[in-house]
């Protein structure tokens, strides 16, 4: 079959998110489960000592972290401009339709054209950067809804693996993949292809100060070598490998 190519401000999940959500929601991803959530999960854990504290879940796909906030006892509002992933999401937290029954605020809507009617303690945006097309300008949007001691968790692919070498189609190492601005992301099915942003740390470090954000804290993690995981090839590389990079954004000076 030819390989189709997807324009990701289309909603392509509408149509390719079957898979993705039955890996995801089935603890199955590798990335998502067992290399970021940990330390997602521990940038987050406070959310559960405040009581309804305002969560933004940005992109929220299936809803993983967005039912974790709702047992945590947040507001959680949740957008996604892709209706099948609100339906997923709506279904994984057990809401079935409306929104607000069970604190839970779903928007099928990008970020960039939500408009909040309420500041928050946390913005969450899990596996998002690539997503965004002008860094600066959804960090900024992001930076305008936190409250007074607001932050934000976000995360992507390591830029060492986004710009590391790659081969060519004669199976040659290129050390050219600097130049490419894009990569290319297949977890949709080989059949589904999308064009995700690349960003190097200096231009997140960069576009998070522009819109007057610091990283305050930042994780690189790498699996255990003895990790108990089906895959161990997977396991063996990723254990010397960095594959995530996980932030913790805020203000630079009180609003
Ligand atoms: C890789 S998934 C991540 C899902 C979820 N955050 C997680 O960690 O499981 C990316 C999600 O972002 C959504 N998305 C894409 N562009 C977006 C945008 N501009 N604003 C908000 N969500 C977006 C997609 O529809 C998709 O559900």
Same mark, same amino acid.
């Given at each position: ?37 940990? %330390? ?17 879940? %940005? ?197």
């Amino acid at each position: 079959m030819k390989q189709m190519e997807l324009d990701v401000n289309v909603d392509i999940y509408d149509n390719f998110s079957s898979e993705y959500i039955k890996v995801r929601l089935t603890e199955g991803a590798l990335f998502n489960e067992h290399i970021e959530s940990p %330390v997602v999960r521990d940038f987050i854990k406070d959310i559960k000592s405040f009581k309804r504290v305002n969560v933004l879940d %940005v992109g929220c796909g299936p809803g993983v972290y967005t039912k974790s906030f709702y047992k945590m006892g947040a507001n959680v509002v949740a957008i996604d401009p892709s209706e099948t992933m609100i339906d997923a999401a709506r279904k994984y937290c057990g809401v079935s339709s409306g929104h607000g029954t069970y604190n839970i605020d779903f928007k099928p809507v990008k970020l960039m054209d939500y408009h909040n009617d309420r500041d928050f303690y946390l913005v969450l945006a899990t596996f998002m950067l690539g997503y965004f097309d002008d860094l600066r300008s959804s960090f900024k949007k992001m930076e305008e809804m936190l409250g007074r001691s607001g932050r934000i968790v976000t995360s992507s692919l390591h830029p060492e693996r986004l710009f590391a070498v790659s081969k060519n189609d004669t199976g040659y190492l290129s050390g050219d993949n600097n130049r490419n601005k894009k990569y290319e992301a297949d977890f949709l099915g080989k059949d589904a292809v999308i064009h995700l942003n690349k960003y190097s740390f200096e231009q997140i470090f960069d576009a998070a100060s522009d819109a007057g954000l610091k990283v305050t804290k930042m994780k690189e993690p790498l699996l255990p070598a003895d990790y108990n995981y089906h895959d161990k090839l997977k396991v063996d590389f990723y254990s010397r490998n960095h594959s995530i990079a996980v932030f913790e954004l805020k203000r630079k000076s009180k609003k």
